[in-house]
């Protein structure tokens, strides 16, 4: 173990920021302990959350001092972003949120495509009951009536957005729905105030919709947190390489409010067909040099990043091997710890400073946090 890795063993313990966000396949929310553990051990000050997802890691970073970099490529986290990061003090909605809880229900675009009859069994299964998606088609439409400022509009959709996740009849997705009704569903759509950080904007938090990629030269931190979405390692899996954005497609919808021609069975945004979009990092099929393009983009992403330590999340159950992993690690730092998060213990901590953390990784399904001092 070198003399840069030994200072860092010894564990913090300091309370978790409470966060908020929907359902989701690549939520960080038990890991967040972990993560701002390890961003505290190299004692950093501003940090760059460049996969942001529902923003809860950019969230605990926010509530924890340090100046937040959010990115994410899905419109709906660069709405969830400038809420929680740029909104001002939650109080100061209240009127707001009362009014869109007090607009009347009306049959919409929203209630064609995903509202369904409790009482007709014949209708194809929809994500929620149609008197939420009345409500959910009088609200989308008040907002874009009211002309708000471009950070209230996003605290009046994170709201509408919550709001639905509570009253769903799905597992945390849309592409495919519960065949009964949930209890929740029967629920009434109702909106309440986002727990926007406090004093976030007085903070200096950038938020970003960006490809990784096009993004990662203009942004200089202290320590990067990188959670890109999996590529699986199932070789009998179907070529889709677009999980997150079909997976996600109605919030688009609900924070675009542009009524996109659609597909399928669920009733998917065209511009979610896995002929349309595209995320290296969810590839699953070898690249022209014969190496897996989701393990070339994870080389790539460590090899630009501009920020003195990174700490990467990544899955078992994903595309790249431990060695493939490892050696992309190597290539651009020195690894100071690994985490395995599911045993909430440090892999590193009962064995020698070699790779042998990689025989603990080869069960599928088992999360690790990576900390990496960048050459």
């Not at 409470?18 to 929310?29: D, F, V």
């Not at 972990?34 to 926010?62: C, E, H, M």
């Not at 001092?65 to 003090?89: I, R």
Request: hydrophobic share 35%; net charge neutral.
């Amino acid at each position: 173990m070198s003399a840069q890795a030994q200072l860092f063993s010894a564990e913090l313990t300091f309370d978790t920021p409470s966060t908020q966000g929907i359902k989701y396949a690549g939520s960080k929310l038990k890991l967040i302990p972990q993560i701002l553990q390890l961003a505290r051990k190299v004692n950093a000050k501003t940090v760059f959350d460049g996969f942001a997802g529902t923003t809860r890691v950019s969230q605990a970073f926010a509530q924890s001092g340090y100046d937040v970099v959010c990115n994410d490529h899905a419109v709906w986290s660069e709405v969830f972003g400038n809420c929680y990061l740029h909104g001002k003090p939650s109080r100061e909605y209240s009127d707001l949120i009362q009014h869109l809880n007090a607009v009347p229900p009306k049959d919409g675009w929203f209630t064609e495509f995903y509202g369904g009859d409790s009482e007709n069994e014949d209708q194809p299964k929809r994500p929620w009951q149609i008197h939420n998606t009345r409500k959910l088609d009088g609200i989308r439409e008040e907002i874009e009536r009211i002309s708000l400022d471009p950070v209230d509009k996003c605290v009046a959709l994170t709201s509408l957005i919550l709001a639905l996740d509570q009253v769903d009849s799905t597992l945390g997705h849309f592409v495919s729905y519960l065949r009964e009704w949930s209890p929740r569903s029967y629920k009434q759509l109702h909106l309440r105030i986002p727990a926007i950080i406090r004093n976030a904007c007085t903070q200096d938090h950038h938020v970003h919709r960006a490809d990784i990629f096009d993004l990662i030269d203009t942004v200089e931190t202290d320590i990067a947190y990188f959670d890109p979405p999996y590529g699986s390692n199932n070789e009998k899996m179907p070529p889709s390489r677009v999980r997150y954005a079909s997976y996600y497609h109605v919030w688009t919808s609900v924070c675009l409010y542009d009524k996109p021609t659609l597909f399928g069975k669920v009733n998917r945004r065209t511009d979610t067909s896995d002929t349309v979009a595209n995320s290296p990092f969810e590839d699953f099929r070898r690249g022209a040099n014969g190496k897996f393009v989701a393990v070339d983009a994870i080389r790539r992403l460590l090899a630009s990043t501009r920020a003195k330590y990174i700490i990467l999340s990544y899955s078992s159950g994903g595309r790249a091997t431990s060695k493939e992993l490892n050696d992309a690690i190597e290539s651009c730092g020195e690894l100071l710890e690994v985490v395995e998060v599911d045993y909430k213990r440090n892999v590193m901590a009962d064995m020698k400073w070699t790779n042998e953390w990689l025989r603990d990784a080869v069960e599928p399904n088992r999360e690790f946090l990576f900390l990496i001092a960048r050459r």
